[in-house]
């Protein structure tokens, strides 16, 4: 993000931060400020990352009365099922965003490369065992949504499992649609690959805001690889 910005990243807000995986990591490097919709999450991250500010809000509405030199959504943004969610979350990021500061999106996929799969995997330790299984599809190519489903076997000490599951109705946008509607609430859009463990597949969405806090960037202006159009 640091090569987008025109300021010193010092600050950066996470929307959607779930257990603080993230925040783990990037709180070495910058004050971080976490929000996320679910209380049970907040409680998680606040054990991992009890330095931090935490914040419950929806990433779709939530308004703080303060901004950041740069806001971070990464996987959680994949709970915005339509054009509608995603421009809200897009613009959440952009009001809380410093002039000359940076937002990164880091979905799963897009649907350039989303494709159904199955994963599956699980842990042993301190008496309790835990199995997994992943699947993903689409029951409508039609839309831009898709379904992971997922199961999880568990077992304490030496008594019969148990099972339970869960449903994600989860959001999958073309690059165009994320560039358009970055650039549609004031960012100027680029993409970056990635490179992270398990993250092939995925693209970071960049959005820049103007240094001059009144002015926007053309609608339609956009970098890919290196190139404006």
Not at 84 to 90: E, G, P, S, V, Y
Not at 99 to 104: D, H, S
Request: net charge negative; with cysteine.
């Amino acid at each position: 993000m640091s090569k987008y910005a025109t300021r010193p990243i010092e600050s950066v807000l996470e929307l959607g931060c779930g257990g603080g995986n993230n925040a783990v990591h990037l709180k070495k490097q910058c004050r971080m400020t976490l929000s996320d919709i679910s209380a049970a999450m907040l409680a998680v991250s606040r054990d991992a990352n009890p330095e931090c500010e935490h914040v419950e809000g929806d990433m779709r509405a939530m308004r703080l009365d303060q901004t950041f030199d740069a806001v971070f959504v990464h996987d959680a943004v994949m709970y915005m099922r339509s054009e509608d969610d995603l421009r809200r979350a897009m613009m959440t990021a952009f009001v809380h965003c410093q002039p000359g500061g940076v937002t990164m999106f880091v979905p799963d996929s897009t649907q350039e490369t989303w494709t159904p799969s199955t994963d599956h995997g699980g842990h042993d330790g301190n008496g309790r065992s835990m199995r997994y299984l992943e699947w993903v599809w689409d029951p409508d190519p039609r839309d831009t949504e898709f379904i992971a489903d997922m199961i999880y076997v568990l077992r304490v000490s030496n008594e019969p499992v148990r099972v339970e599951s869960e449903r994600h109705r989860m959001g999958i946008f073309p690059r165009s649609t994320w560039l358009r509607l970055l650039t549609e609430v004031g960012f100027r859009a680029a993409i970056e690959p990635c490179r992270y463990p398990g993250g092939e597949n995925a693209s970071a969405f960049v959005g820049v805001r103007s240094p001059m806090r009144q002015w926007v960037w053309p609608v339609g202006e956009v970098t890919f690889n290196g190139k404006t159009h």
